[in-house]
Structures are given as structure tokens and as C-alpha cells.
């Protein structure tokens, strides 16, 4: 790794260049005016790029008031499913929205209601994990039906939650039904906002509401103070031996470890001195199958390791180095990769492997977990605490991937070589070039390249390949997004 690279902090700090410092936020719009890129197009896309993780807005309610015809009216576009009634929407659903200049998530749910079974419990469930995720929540009720015992065991679960609340007062379609609406004061949620979701009526002062309540930027939950513990979450799938690992680590029995897969149910916090450095290490449930096929505890298990990976700073995956890798094993990796988290591989019961399984092993490995072997791999075993002293190594090189900066100068020195000795393709008669870039944010690392037309998915992966051979960036995600300069005009 160069030594001009030093971690930074995360992204953007508020009233600064972020990543940038000022000497070098001028000389990069310089750069980014010689080659005709617009400056406000350029401050908007490194902003964009650099900001790190996007506050949260959950939109919830009962059964058919309107929640996914309100996100399409957000959203700008049809894309939420909707039908004349209840119960279409199952799954959280997430789309990026934005409002006067401001960007944010927005989750569409399924409706909420109390005392149900089945499929109906699982979509409740995704609801209210959709409200603990979420910065903000806009609650939707029926002005026109009034509120109803539902609407109020929702206002119950929203005060418990503690999280800022819009209410909107949907089916207000003209001046006639603003009484209507009136009466949702009753709630105690403060002032009810009459919208028509359909036609768009007052949508525009809901949102100067959401605004208002939504923070700049997501609360950084990494760690509990500035130098606190790290948070390393250990996922997998059941019975890979993440609560016999934790034990192991902690030379002691913390949690409750059986053969029988599923043992562990909540994510599980432990403070672990290792090496003279304190961690948080998070045991968490094994995730069996696609969320929206699992039933009951194992459902809520799954959801509440989803929780505890965002919360993360390293997620280590543990895998059953005995057994077959498998579907499940992908799905995890992917929602640790998504999740931006740095990555270690742990292959555990090492020790019970012969050499006939360790070939077939590396095999599996270069071709069904490619995606991220980049990773840190340690091989262990929790039973006998085989390679454990290696693991601590292993996340620590993660996090310094994970928090990497590469100075702009330096960046562009790079890319400047790359461009002489490995040209983009030539495509419809043209030779798409990247003109300059800069790294908008760590945690995990995010570049923005601009360049002077479209730059192929290929040549992408190459660029990323080359960023880690030339600056390291072992164990952690990289985000490449490209900005294309727009067509000027012929001077006449």
C-alpha cells in the first residue's frame, strides 16, 4: 500500500469538501473546469457519492390507505404495486427519492395489523422493523374512514419506537374533506396533513414536513464513542459455529451453543478484550432461506441479524468449511457486501477436513464466492481454537481497507497510467476516456470518475481490480459510480 494513502474520516464532514481538503478541492475543480465539466454538476455528483449512507424515511399504515400510491407520487413513477385492495404490498420495499435537494431512502410496507397470523404477521413483522430502521416515519391514515382501532395500535407502536412522525391524511381529494382530516388531531401525532396521493394534492407540504423531521445524515451507530469498542458481527448460516467462535474468542462460555441449528435467536453483544484491544463482538441467528419464506421466530431471527449488520463496522462470515457452499452462504456475503460493511472469511471446522475436501474446497471458493476475494480468509476452528490468534489480524486489516483514502493527486497520477496502457475499448467509433476522479468517501471506500462517455461494466471491474493492486483496500466493498460529460453546444 502507497504511503501517500492515510485513513480518513467517514465521507463528507457538514460545511466542508468532505474527503477534500481545501487545497485540493480547488486544485480538482480546476481540473474538472479544463475539461468542460459544468461545477455545480461536479459538486453535486462527488455530494452524491460522498454522503455516505441516506437518512431513512418508512411509510406505514394499515391496510389499504394509500401507502404505495403515496410512494409513486414521491418516487415520481409507477412502481410501487398498487390494487383496490388490502394486502398487495408484502415485503419492505426501498427506493431512492428526492425533495427540494434532498435525497433520501424511502421504504414502502406492507399494512400493519394486530392479532394476525401467518403471511399477515410477516408482513406486520416487516413493518416494524421498517420503523426501527428508519430516521423518520410518514404515517398514513384514511381520512375519509377516520382513525380506526388499527390506526391507534399504530400510534401505540410509533411512541414506543420514538422516532419523528409525519402524519399524512390521505383521500382528501378537495376542500370538503379537509374536516375530515381535521379530526385526525386526535391522534396525538401533531398537525394531520391533508394529501390526495392519487392526484398529488398537498404531497408538496407533507414532504416540506418530512424535511423537516428527516436528519441531514443517518446517526452513526459504529462504536459507542469516539475511540469506543468496534462492532464485529459474526453471520453465517445455522450451525457454522459463530456462538462455539464467540465462546472460543472470549475464553469463556458467553452464549448458549447445541448441536441443534437455530440456537441463537437475538443478536447476542459481548465486550472482548483481544490482543490489548476491546471489541464488540455480535453473535447473531443463522439465516436459513430467503426472508420472505421463513415463519415465526426464525423470521424475526433473520430480520434482527439484518439490524445487526448495518450496525457493524466488519461483518465475519463464518462458513462450514466441511460442507458444500452454498446459496445461502452467496446470500449472506451479499447482504454483508450491500450492507458496505468490511468483510473476513472464516472457514471453520478446518480441523476436520482431508485433503480430498480441502482441494474441492478451494475450488468452490475461486468460483462461488469470487465476489469477494478480496477478503481477508482466516481458516479456523472454534471447537479446538485452531488459527484463532489469526482472526483479530484479519479484522484489523479490514477496517484499515474499509477506512482508506487515496489522496486526489495521487488518484489521478493513477488513473492518468491506466488510461495510457489499458484504453477503453473502442465502441461505435468512439474511445470513451476517464478524465480525472476523486475518492468522495471511506466507510467503505467511494470513488467518482468523470468521464467523456460511457464506460462499460467491464471496464469498471478492471478499474476496481487495479485500484486494489495499486492501493490495497483488502477487506473492505469499493463503490465506483461514473459521471459522464454532457454534449456542449457547437459555438456559433
Known amino acids: 500500500m502507497s504511503d501517500q494513502i492515510q485513513p480518513e474520516g467517514d465521507g463528507f464532514a457538514e460545511h466542508d469538501h468532505g474527503a477534500l481538503g481545501d487545497a485540493e478541492y480547488a486544485q480538482f475543480m480546476e481540473l474538472a473546469a479544463e ?16 454522503h455516505g449512507p441516506l437518512p431513512v424515511l418508512a411509510v406505514i399504515g394499515r391496510p389499504n390507505v394509500g401507502k ?13 404495486v398498487v390494487e383496490d385492495r388490502p394486502g398487495v404490498t408484502r415485503d419492505r420495499v426501498t427506493y431512492e427519492a428526492e425533495w427540494a435537494g434532498r435525497r433520501f431512502k424511502l421504504v414502502d410496507t406492507g399494512g400493519w395489523e394486530q392479532d394476525v397470523l401467518g403471511i399477515d404477521a410477516s408482513v406486520a413483522a416487516q413493518a416494524e422493523y421498517a420503523i426501527e430502521a428508519a430516521d423518520a416515519v410518514v404515517f398514513v391514515v384514511d381520512a375519509t374512514v377516520g382513525a380506526t382501532d388499527t390506526d391507534e395500535a399504530v400510534v401505540r407502536l410509533l411512541r414506543k419506537a420514538g422516532k419523528p412522525v409525519v402524519l399524512c391524511a390521505n383521500k382528501v381529494d378537495g376542500p370538503s374533506g379537509e374536516a375530515d382530516a381535521t379530526a ?49 458481527a459474526l453471520i453465517g448460516r445455522p450451525n457454522v459455529g459463530k456462538s462455539s467462535l464467540l465462546n472460543k474468542v472470549a475464553n469463556e462460555d458467553r452464549v448458549v451453543v447445541n448441536e441443534l441449528a437455530g440456537t441463537t435467536r437475538d443478536p447476542v453483544d459481548e465486550l472482548i478484550e483481544l490482543g490489548g484491544v476491546t471489541w464488540k463482538f455480535v453473535d ?79 475450488r468452490e471458493i475461486e468460483t462461488e464466492l469470487a465476489q469477494v476475494a478480496w477478503a481477508p480468509r482466516v481458516n479456523v476452528s472454534a471447537a479446538t481454537g485452531r488459527h484463532m490468534e489469526k482472526l483479530v489480524p484479519a479484522i484489523e486489516t479490514a477496517i484499515e481497507g474499509w477506512e482508506t483514502r487515496v489522496p486526489t493527486g495521487r488518484l489521478n497520477a493513477f488513473l492518468g497510467e491506466i488510461v495510457a496502457s489499458h484504453p477503453h475499448p473502442v465502441r461505435g467509433g468512439k474511445q470513451p476516456r476517464i478524465l480525472f476522479g476523486t475518492q468522495a468517501g471511506t466507510k467503505p471506500p467511494r470513488f467518482v470518475f468523470f468521464a467523456s462517455g460511457f464506460i462499460e461494466a467491464g471496464y469498471r471491474r478492471f478499474l476496481e481490480r487495479r485500484l486494489r493492486e495499486e492501493f490495497g483496500f483488502e477487506g473492505t466493498p469499493i463503490h465506483i459510480s461514473v459521471r459522464v460529460r454532457e454534449k456542449r453546444g457547437r459555438k456559433k
Open 284 to 362: 447473531t441467528a443463522g439465516i436459513r432461506k430467503r426472508v420472505h419464506l421463513q415463519q415465526g421466530a426464525d423470521y424475526y431471527a433473520s430480520l434482527r441479524t439484518a439490524a445487526a449488520v448495518e450496525k457493524a463496522e466488519v461483518a465475519v462470515i463464518l462458513v462450514d468449511a466441511s460442507e458444500s457452499i452454498s446459496v445461502q452462504d452467496q446470500r449472506i456475503v451479499t447482504m454483508a457486501v450491500e450492507a458496505g460493511r468490511a468483510i473476513v472469511v472464516a472457514y471453520n471446522k478446518w480441523d476436520t477436513l482431508d485433503e480430498e475436501r480441502r482441494y474441492y474446497l478451494e
Open 184 to 232: 385526525l388531531w386526535a391522534l396525538g401525532l401533531g398537525e394531520p396533513h391533508p394529501v390526495s396521493a392519487l392526484h398529488g394534492r398537498g404531497t408538496g407540504d407533507m414532504l416540506d414536513a418530512v424535511l423537516d423531521a428527516l436528519p441531514e445524515a443517518p446517526e452513526q451507530t459504529f462504536g459507542t464513542a469516539i475511540g469506543g469498542p468496534r462492532r464485529i
Open 68 to 80: 404505495s400510491t403515496l410512494v409513486n407520487r414521491i418516487i415520481g413513477r409507477r412502481e410501487a
Open 35 to 50: 475539461e468542460g465539466f459544468d461545477i455545480e454538476d461536479v459538486e453535486g455528483a462527488i455530494e452524491e457519492v460522498g
